[in-house]
């Protein structure tokens, strides 16, 4: 409860404040997308794990309608941008080592579905009427569903209620420790960009001219030509 | 020798295996991440390089990286600094990847792949793509002729290239510096254009075709050719050090006008006269004329020069600009050299093969490789485990997911086939292509580079524009101005192109357009740009056995051995790697049927 109530007034926030122009919408449109197309990308690295083709069949749907989310967000992303969508960059990893069960790469989708269903969820909420609360109110539809659907999945893949229970909150926890770990990230990124700035302003004086000089040359004297070693 | 090639950290990471000489495999990351000119780090490739050679890190010898960080970093640092005091953000966002991650690529390389420092070396951007050009060209000597957007400091490079007591021997002739890059003008003009640069270049060199000659001497004084062959950037126009200020400048407006408005679709087709062309489309339309001209005349005075330097029959191009498949039409045609090669992939995710190839000839490989790679080298797949599932898949399911815009009132079911005679399975395919199909066709190894050749395609007859236009709509999204391709078996190759066979030479996988003559257009139109021009990939039955049977037996039923292949990828995202991709955008698009293997996929109803 207390963690809806702190992620809807987050949302609400961020709708308020940050969500002021155009293409700063553009850009969180991306980001769906691009968080819709790393679920099908996720889904496809464990369907290939499973060997029941009807539990195949039952993922390659699942990834048809991530797919189709990540279409309409992609489509929505035009009605803001001010320029082409370019491909996401989203570093990919296997969520689990190759011999891990697969069951337990649905307990990743399934908290992930979660996660994302109640920020869509809220952010349609928020917003004022216009294409994406209506894109976001058709994926939520969708979604809800699959919340379901992965939950059963982990105990058709051979789960006990237990383990599944076990695996979730291990999950979840992971997951709070990466978006503490991104907050992190942000502000060390803050503290390098003061530092960095500080650094430009006191190195800029002293090598701009040799810089400019530099790029002034229109050949390039040294011969980078050979193979080196990382290694004297 | 067991030579693990790794390119990545700009765009198109990508790896390859050479063991003894012979290149094992090389994949782009992209194909594995689902991520367009993916450009981190190659983890996935180079998972796959060492399962296909059946190796572990333990056993690799070397590992090559396709740039030398360090020679990138001072050129960085003086790009982002040149312009103080009003570059403080570029330089902030730049320091932050070099510091942080880029400038420790090759540390970072030998950490992921497990393997030890010592083993891992790394060579100079152009001197990368140089080998990657010459390595696989199958000539003993030859001119080496680079030109991209930007390497370390270089943006274009002459070299000379040979094979003396079996070793490659490349050596610098010319560097032309940054900024003064056709590749980095090229796509200054792609944005400008309204398209992704870096990846949307081809929409460009498709837009230039309804171009007229408005805008070509003001593009000739920005990019000014010098009298030694080589060219100079006026840099007034251009932003490249300021990269958070747009790519260009307002000179460049006040030149050119506004550049394209979000939104504003481009009313030209490559079918022919599509409506009423506005003043805004004919003017970006004339812009993309006006630099594609002067990039064919500086790469082809580039050619001349090398070729006084070099005067040998032989010439080896790389580098992004030599994905420019006009621009090579034109060097094959009024160029100085008689035989041109373009590797399978010239961009940088290729250099990954060529620098594999050359560390493993120049240290000491007792079968060092002179001899051609083809572009079928990715991965491969274990089809027959996916062809089950479909029995499972429900037909009321997949119509809720359809691709946005196509009905989804039609009530089909999915059935399959598989078949064990191979001339049964071509049979089958030939007619329903014929029948006016759009058939999804995926066999065996990927393809290296951008361009699908027969294994990762999508097929149609050429002759039904009506039917192209219903492949952009339904399947690809396209936009109407980009032509297809057209694949056609050797045989009809000298019936349709009215170049001969011999001057196209090795560039047979789409790297250079050709004219289709005159008496033939009408049976191939909808692989034809709107000047009568085609990309086309000639493929004999060395090539890909499969594929040209295919071609000859749709010969067999239409009296011309051609159709339309054009890539298969859904808008937005990779060539597609796996079947389950294959699968995934078979149900959702408008194609008719899918080709898995020797397994044919189709919505009955």
Known sequence: MLRDFLER???????????????????????????????????????????????????????????????????????????????????????????????????????????????????AEALDDGPLKRVLSDVVRDEEGHIDLTRRMLVRLGASDEQVTRELVRVRLVRAWEAWMRNGRQIIDHVATAMLSGLYFLLGPLVARTARRRLEDPLVRYDNNAVKSLTP | MKVLGVSYGYHDSSAALVVDGRLVTAAAEERFTRQKHDAQFPQFAIEHCLKEGGLTAADVDRVVFHEDPHAKFSRVLATALAPFPASRLEFVQSMKAWLGRKLWSLDTLAARTGVAPEKVRYLGHHFSHAVQAFMGSGFDESAILIVDAVGDWACTALYKGRWENGRPIVERLFELGFPN????????????????????????????AFGRPTYVDEVRKIVRAVDDGTYLVDQSHFHFANFYKGPWTQKFVDLFGPPRRPGHKLPFSSFGPAGEIDADSQRLADAAYAIQVVLEERVLALAQRLHREVPSKNLCY????????????????????????????????????????????????????????????????DIAREVPMLDHVKPEHVRRYLKRGLANERDFTIRHNTFTEESSLIDEVSKRIAEGQIVGWFQGRGELGPRALGHRSILIRPDDVALARRLSRDVKDRAAFRPYALAMSTDAAPRLLDVPLEKLGGLRWMQVAAHVREEMRDRVRAGLHVDGSTRPQVCGPEDDPR????????????????????????????????????????????MDALVLGETVVWKHG
């Open chain 2, 318 to 381: 790389a580098g992004g600009v030599s994905l420019n498949c006009v621009a090579n039409a034109r060097l094959v045609r009024e160029g100085p050299f008689q035989n041109v090669h373009i590797p399978p992939d010239p961009g940088d995710g290729g250099t990954c093969v060529g620098t594999a190839l050359y560390v493993d000839a120049a240290e000491g490989s007792a079968t060092p490789d002179a001899t051609r790679y083809g572009p079928y080298v990715g991965s491969r797949h």
């Open chain 1, 9 to 123: 007034t987050r949302v609400r926030f961020a709708v308020r404040f940050r969500w002021t122009s155009r293409p700063v919408v553009a850009e969180a449109v991306r980001g769906f997308s691009a968080t819709e197309a790393d679920g099908v990308w996720h889904l496809q690295r464990g369907m290939a794990r499973l060997t029941d083709d009807r539990q195949r069949a039952i993922m390659l749907t699942h990834c048809l309608e991530e797919e189709c989310h990540a279409e309409a967000f992609a489509l929505t992303y035009g009605e803001y941008a001010d320029r082409p969508l370019t491909p996401a960059a989203y570093e990919r990893r296997d969520l689990y080592p190759p011999d891990a069960p697969p069951w337990k790469t649905f307990a990743f989708v399934h908290v992930g579905e979660e996660e994302a269903t109640s920020r869509f969820r809220y952010l």
């Open chain 2, 547 to 590: 594929f040209h049977a295919l071609l000859e037996a749709y010969g067999r039923r239409s009296g011309l051995a051609s159709l339309i292949n054009t890539s298969f990828n859904p808008s937005g995202y990779p060539i597609v790697q796996s079947p389950v991709e294959a699968i995934v955008m078979f149900l959702r698009t408008g």
């Open chain 2, 181 to 208: 890059s056709l590749g980095l003008v090229y796509s200054a003009f792609t944005a400008y254009c309204g398209f992704s640069p870096n990846d949307s270049e081809c929409s460009t060199m498709a837009l230039a």
